[in-house]
């Protein structure tokens, strides 16, 4: 028998929609290396996701899982970015998102239907500003997270030629209410790289 189906579809998709809104690890780690300074100007070339989350309620033969995956390479990119020894300033910087979500509904431990659905977003350009710091030669960390998201997150830098690659990973496992007393265990997993060109 389904639990309640339609709110977990609910809740992963609000997951899919507003994942950035959680803390995120901050990969304070490593740093060996010696990488060029990231300071200069740049052109926004992209940006590369991948994400999945799983949400499970119930147990036995009336538990209830979703599986989602979904990843993408943004098209369109517009914009640069100016970073000093303190600031991340974005300038009209925007983008298309268009990829394939892949669903599965589990009931009991057996699979009962596998979906693929598209989505397709256009970021118009904005400009923002964030501040930073260094933690070690290919770590940073803000405080007050990217262009007005209140959410603290840190990123690994490194270089391919003259292009700056930022890497944030975020993780997290909690609890969620579905209402009527039922209770799923969620968790969720993203990988976003954002691409800069050296000007």
Do not use: H
């Not at 200069?40 to 979703?66: C, D, L, P, R």
């Not at 770590?139 to 997270?145: A, D, L, N, P, V």
């Not at 209402?179 to 691409?195: D, F, L, R, S």
């Amino acid at each position: 028998m389904k639990l309640i189906y339609s709110a977990v579809a609910s809740l992963i998709l609000t997951i899919f929609l507003i994942s950035c809104q959680k803390e995120v690890d901050l990969q304070n780690g490593g740093g060996g290396t010696t990488q060029k300074d990231i300071i200069g100007s740049y052109n926004f070339v992209g940006i590369g996701y991948t994400q999945s989350a799983s949400v499970v309620a119930g147990t036995g033969t009336a538990q209830e899982k979703i599986l989602t995956k979904t990843g993408f390479n943004t098209t369109n990119n517009v914009g640069t970015i100016n970073i000093t020894a303190t600031d991340f300033k974005t300038n009209l910087v925007g983008y298309k998102a268009a990829g394939i979500v892949t669903t599965e509904y589990y009931l009991g431990g057996a699979l009962v239907q596998s979906m693929d659905a598209p989505f397709d977003q256009d970021y118009p350009p904005s400009s923002g500003n964030s501040t930073y710091r260094k933690i070690n030669n290919d770590s940073i960390y803000f405080e007050t997270g990217l262009d007005g998201d209140p959410t603290p997150l840190g990123a690994r830098v490194r270089w391919s030629g003259d292009t700056l690659l930022m890497t944030i990973k975020y993780s997290d496992t909690y609890s969620e209410d579905l209402g009527g007393g039922v209770m799923a265990q969620v968790n969720e997993a993203y990988t976003q790289v954002i691409k800069m060109k050296k000007q």
